[in-house]
């Protein structure tokens, strides 16, 4: 991969989910889906919304690529290559969760049809799709492809994969806080 940033954001997606993922798969398939407050999301329907994310990002990439000549007009000047925690930044800000829009919000016929390790090999298939997608951006294209996004403060490609991982970090950590409870 030419960005070595996008590969640093890509490599604390992996570790994540190594450090994660194993309280996860220790659930039976019935607590998967199983919600933990009325109104809230079970672990399995966080876990698919990862999913989600993941391929409306992909495809977000694949539109954005109109803008490569534009970037390569401004490679020479200075961009980002972090972003802050928006959805912590919303939190207390709001004193709530961000919602999901509703193209996010994982579908109740999925239900028990999937178990985690199934997700998660949906979540290593389009990782590794969007990774393959974004091999041969350069960093100084990269950080100049911005996407149309005024929550995230107009995110950058590189800033959008870190976002990626704070978003699934903070999933994470909601999911197994279900699972200790259900323990």
């Known amino acids: 991969m030419k960005s070595t940033s996008m590969v640093k954001h890509f490599l604390t997606l992996e570790e994540q989910r190594a450090h994660y993922l194993p309280a996860i798969h220790t659930l039976p398939q019935e607590e ?100 393959k997608l974004v091999q041969n951006i350069d960093e100084d294209v990269a950080g100049h492809i911005v996407f149309p996004d005024p929550i995230a403060h107009y995110p950058n490609l590189i800033q959008a994969i870190q976002l990626l991982a704070i978003h699934e970090r903070h999933h994470f950590k909601a999911m197994v806080g279900l699972a200790r409870k259900m323990q």
């Open 32 to 131: 998967l889906w199983q919600q933990g407050h009325e109104g809230k999301w079970s672990i399995g329907e966080h876990f698919y919304h990862l999913y989600l994310i993941l391929k409306m990002l992909h495809t977000a990439i694949k539109y954005s690529f109109f803008l490569t000549p534009f970037a390569k007009m401004r490679r020479n000047k200075p961009f980002a290559t972090e972003i802050h925690d928006i959805y912590e930044e919303y939190q207390s800000k709001k004193g709530q969760g961000m919602r999901a829009p509703s193209i996010l919000v994982p579908s109740k016929k999925i239900r028990f049809a999937l178990n985690s390790y199934d997700i998660e090999q949906l979540l290593i298939n389009e990782t590794l799709a969007l990774q």
